[in-house]
């Protein structure tokens, strides 16, 4: 396996509209020159106006998806993003552990759109206890903060403390995504790591644009950057970049409002 391109895995939903989950993350994961894996944990019928169906196939053929690809390539990390049920995140967590410590990215796709949540309580019970300790750096968006560590946030200094708290879970890094906290024209993402002194920043403008995929890509190309050698912060720099890149030039694909993300065109830095 020495000589074999190093390839990444995500383990997540598919978007039949193409903006988010399986599709935006072999995206990425091609735009970062990594050759992509995936096993689809649920399937989704989907546009860019809402999602009309979901089906979560059984465990034990998303099982079989792993196996697959863990025992035939050389797997550098693996993204997880939309694990809709405590038996299926018991299951990821069990090939996990069978297939030994690999750089882990955890989206926890946790609350919809609308501000619904879509996991039940067994289901964040097991996320929190299974999945949280093995992540090499775990991505919540403000609402999935609030979920996992129980706290408010309303504030920066709220957000500080949430952070402390995730790290507690046994996660070696958090990036804190700050879209929707108030912070004026600023959205600030709040990077920690467990061993660390201190917080990194990634401070950005608020544009006036409703993406689809963001959190997605976000930690698919985390991963991708992590296959590449970086370091989990060097990591985090270059994906929160990267997705800003994609999201200024995104387009719209359907009648809806959102914008899907240009994943190719973000690649290099702009002209």
Known sequence: MSDSPVSALTIAGSDSGGGAGIQADLKAFAAHGVHGLSAIAALTAQHTRGVTAVHVPPVDFLRAQIDACFEDF????????????????????????????????????????????????????????????????????????????????????????ALARLLATGSKAVLLKGAHLDEGALVVDRYREATGTGT??????RLPIEGHGTGCTLASAIAANLCLGLTPAQATAAAVDYVGRALRQGYRPGRGEVRVLDHIGARGPEA
């Open 200 to 205: 990194t920043t990634f401070t950005h403008p």
């Open 74 to 161: 050389h797997v550098g990390a693996v993204k997880l993003g939309m694990l809709a049920t405590a038996e299926v995140i018991r299951a990821v967590a069990d090939a996990l552990d069978a297939y030994g410590p690999v750089p882990l990215v955890v989206d926890p796709v946790m609350v919809a759109t609308s501000g619904a949540r879509l996991l039940a309580e067994d289901a964040l019970e097991a996320l929190r206890t299974r999945l949280l300790p093995k992540a090499t750096v775990l991505t919540p968006n403000i609402p999935e903060a609030e979920l996992l560590s129980g706290l408010r946030i309303a504030s920066p200094a709220d957000a500080e403390q």
